[in-house]
């Protein structure tokens, strides 16, 4: 079974969306995932499981209804895949950072704790006042989170749209950076793909791997998001900021 698989093509992204919309129409989400989307339906989060709004590279995001206790109408779920390819990654963000003791080494541990390192993340950016999901909860390896959109609809990736105000979005971001920095915390996996355009103001999303700024690797960090943003800003729209000075207006 197993080498007849591996002989088979790698499914289409219609493929895996479809079979993951299944999952949610079927609910065979595996035995853990399900108890646990039933842990927030039970304390009124959720009340149904509409659709996948994306694959991530770790994680699959779905659009739920909110439940009683909640006073939005949706809300997203996160839920991490247990995957073995990507934990060596990880790890990295993990080890070093003050918050984090010591950890068990098997994989449903460490997606669990990346979890909840998200979760609690969120909480920071929610406290800095950054724009950000709201985080409502977790449960093992799903995150409950307010949805970035407008009645229903999610909002898109920043990199799949075109800025009216690109040097106000980057004014945004930058200012956002600091804030999170000032609240002790570098988001450290910051792009044009984990900014979601909700209107004119960009949100930023994917905290898993954000660090606290103690981690020995914190302003490495720091630099390669101003690097890739800024990158980004100028490729795309053309406007020139000097990486250093940026990164001290962040730091000083
Ligand atoms: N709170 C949210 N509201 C709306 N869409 C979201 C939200 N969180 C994630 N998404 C969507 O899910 C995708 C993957 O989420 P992300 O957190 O970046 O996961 P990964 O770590 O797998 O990259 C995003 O690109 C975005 O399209
Ligand atoms: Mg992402």
């Not at 969306?17 to 339906?41: H, P, S, V």
């Not at 998001?225 to 020139?240: A, C, H, R, T």
Request: net charge neutral; charged share 35%; hydrophobic share 40%.
């Amino acid at each position: 079974m197993a080498r007849k698989r591996s002989r088979e093509k790698e499914p289409s992204r219609e493929d895996y969306m479809l079979r993951e919309q299944l999952k949610i129409e079927e609910g065979i989400f595996d035995n853990r995932t399900m108890l646990r989307i039933g842990k927030l339906f039970t304390k009124g989060l959720v009340s149904s499981m509409e659709f996948i709004i994306a694959r991530g590279k770790e994680a699959d995001v779905y659009l739920a209804d909110g439940g009683d206790k909640l006073d939005k109408e949706f809300l997203a779920l996160k839920i991490f895949r247990m995957e073995n390819a990507r934990f060596q990654n990880r790890m990295k963000y993990i080890r070093g950072d003050p918050r984090f003791g010591k950890i068990k080494r098997n994989i449903y541990a460490i997606v669990n704790e990346w979890c909840k390192k998200e979760y609690g993340n969120l909480l920071v950016a929610e406290a800095a006042e950054v724009h950000a999901p709201r985080p409502y909860a977790f449960s093992g390896n799903v995150l409950a989170m307010e949805l970035i959109g407008k009645e229903g609809k999610p909002a898109k990736v920043m990199r799949n749209e075109t800025l009216d105000d690109p040097a106000g979005v980057l004014d945004t971001i930058l200012e956002d950076t600091r804030k999170l920095y000032q609240n002790e915390l570098v988001h450290a996996d910051l792009s044009e793909y984990n900014i979601l355009m909700l209107g004119k103001v960009p949100y930023m999303i994917d905290f898993g791997q954000a660090v606290h700024i103690k981690h020995p690797s914190s302003m490495n960090f720091l630099r390669r998001d101003v690097e890739n943003i800024l990158f980004y800003f100028s490729k795309k729209y053309g406007i020139e900021k000097d990486v250093e000075t940026v990164f001290n207006e962040i730091v000083e």
